[in-house]
């Protein structure tokens, strides 16, 4: 099963290095990473989207929360929570087709970021099932670039990670 | 005033308690060196950087206090790495100091340098680059806090010559040491110390497994206590030994892979086990399907990533064992116990069949048996030295055949299995303990992984006593290729001829002897015991003895290859 976990760590140089190698040492896969500071540029938060069964997701848990520099960890498939996924897609654009471009940016929401003669580059953000429609409707023109920025994710109502971040 | 991180680091390992240090010195930490000679601390020059780290751990493992190391840059810190793993594996605390080139020479390729925190980041608790002399006195404090306290672990702190070498205006810090990611759990949970205690009095077949854990939070009296209270029988894994006495009628010896008939038989008709500070390594689960089928299991650990790793666990309790014993024994005082000891009496019975029905023994054909050497050690140590092995048949016929009574009393590579660790790990017990006896037994392949150190207990007038089982083989993996791939003996001899520890021991300047006859055994091992200096022992032993009994790896435990 898939699971996105948001990882409260230090903002210690080679925080990141420690996260990565614990995820290769124990052979626990990483689908996706990002990383940024919070508020407080002394913390940052990680979301890390791992596969594995709760054997697997246990053991992720407990490694991540062993490591020195990681504050709190917390597994947010497991509970209400908001995931999103930005990219950003070059798509090769003619005169003909971009009127139908236009629709398609609009009806989802999107963004064209840049126009050249030859290419439109769209900025889109959702979730999994949306980025996925997205480029589905986006292959018939010619997609020449893909470059997303790997899932945030954030508990729903009141809750937070950990109260001051 | 305004003082150089050199003497800041003095004054911190000072503040830490730090007596002795084990080292090599270089380049990077010149600086370093030259402020020791205005200390007391006491530095054990050693001939490798790797003997320097396993020193250190020695010394951490019989004196429960933290081993402490310093070498230079470059070769020196990677010559470490697999000292440091050694004393991750088991769980040791020691803190290792490296020297690094000036901060801003690092990243460029310069002469000696390597990336020892990146390279260490898989094998430490925690390491550390100090790249501001200011935080130099709180990152030494917080290393020697994590390398101690939880899981103990070694902790690696990387300094730059040019932060060794600035000068700032200092005033120890005396707060407490607070790091905020990290927060141990030490008391067990009271929900599951009740659902434990429930297992225990419901049980009729129950085993205690103590583990290596149990030695690190000093709980040995505890486990005693409780072991004599529930008249439970007591296993051990390898790490544990010495946690409960050896000669006790509840000791069942040794569990896994080279355990006693007895252990594996009682863990696996098991209907409870307790185990206490161990991690179900597979050297002692065997195949894990068939491990202990029957038995609930009470896991007692102090870090949570132990428990429910490799065995699914009833009753995981995390924590500190020696306080979880103690909260037990309290919630034990309102149970009948009179009626569990009766309970247990069949468990009993079966128990001493097995023990009776496969003793521990060996082959008596007149040749000079390692066995025999081990028995005899223990006999005119009366059990009470300090015994490093190295890695191989000598460690298991060390564990089978030594009886340990007391924690801190065995030094050996468990979890990382290092030959050449039992010499400079006698020597960082020697260094702690200067009148107690320390052993190493050791083969004759490891004993020559780190024979170089003959010249640091020469120098040191450290009186270890080495004795070598010398079988002229690389044993142990001669035994699996004996049994596992046919007697093709694939590069395991070492007779070529076998060297002359005796000359050896000679150009050290210490005392060689060479047995071939089980007769001269007893002199000769008092004689070496008798010695104020160091002794080298090199015993002709049969040379295709094999340890038994054995599980051949992956089966199930009580599928035992016997003698
Ligand atoms: C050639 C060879 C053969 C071997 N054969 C065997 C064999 O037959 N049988 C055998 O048992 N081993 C054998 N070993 C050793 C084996 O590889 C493991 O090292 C050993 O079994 C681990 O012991 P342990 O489970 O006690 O754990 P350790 O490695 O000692 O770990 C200690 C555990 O205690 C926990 N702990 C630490 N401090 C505390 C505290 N204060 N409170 C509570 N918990 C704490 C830790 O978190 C950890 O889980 C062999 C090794 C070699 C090299
Ligand atoms: C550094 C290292 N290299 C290789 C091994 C693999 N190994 C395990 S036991 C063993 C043989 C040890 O031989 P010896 O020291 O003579 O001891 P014996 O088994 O004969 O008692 C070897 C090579 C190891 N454990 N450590």
Redesign the pocket.
Known sequence: MRHTISVLVKNEFGVLARVASLFSARGFNIESLSVAETLNPSFSIMTIVTEGDEQILEQITKQLNKLIDVIKVANLSTENFIEREMALIKVGAENANREELFRIVEIFKAKIVDVSPKTMTIEVSGNDKKLADFFELLKSFRIREIVRTGKIAMLRDKKRLKKGE | MRIPGSKILMECLKREGVTTIFGYPGGAVLNIFDEMLNTDLRHILVRHEQAAVHAADGYARASGKTGVVIVTSGPGATNTVTGITTAY???IPIVVFTGQVPTPLIGNDAFQEADIVGITRSCTKHNYLVRDVKDLSRIVREAFYLAKT???GPVLVDLPKDVISTEIEFKYPEEDVFIEGYRPTFVGNVKQIKKAVRLIMRSKRGVIF????V???N?SEKLRELAQKLNMPVT?????LGSFPGDHPLSLG??????TYSANMAVTESDLLIA??????D??TGKIETFAPNAKIIH????PT?ISKNVHVDVPIV????I?LGQILEALQDENLDELKIKLKPWHKKIEQWKQAHKLTYKKNGSLKPQFVIEKIYELTKGDAIIATE??QN??WT?QFYKFKKPRTLLT???L?TMGYGFPAAIGAQVAFPDKIVIDIAGDGSIQMNIQELATVSQHSLPVKIFILNNRYLG?VRQWQELFYNRRYASVSLDYPSPDFVKLAEAYHILGMQITDPKDVEEAIIKALSTKEAVLIDFRVAEEEGVYPMVPAGAPINEMLLL
């Open positions: 594996m088991d769980s939880g899981r103990p103590a583990g290596g854990g030695i690190l939070s709980a051990m894994s390898l790490m544990g040794m569990l896994g892979m080279h355990g206490i500070g161990a991690r179900f390594d050297r002692v007692i650990d102090i870090d132990s924590g500190d064992c020696k979880i890695v191989g460690q298991m564990a590579s468990g979890g299995g142990m």
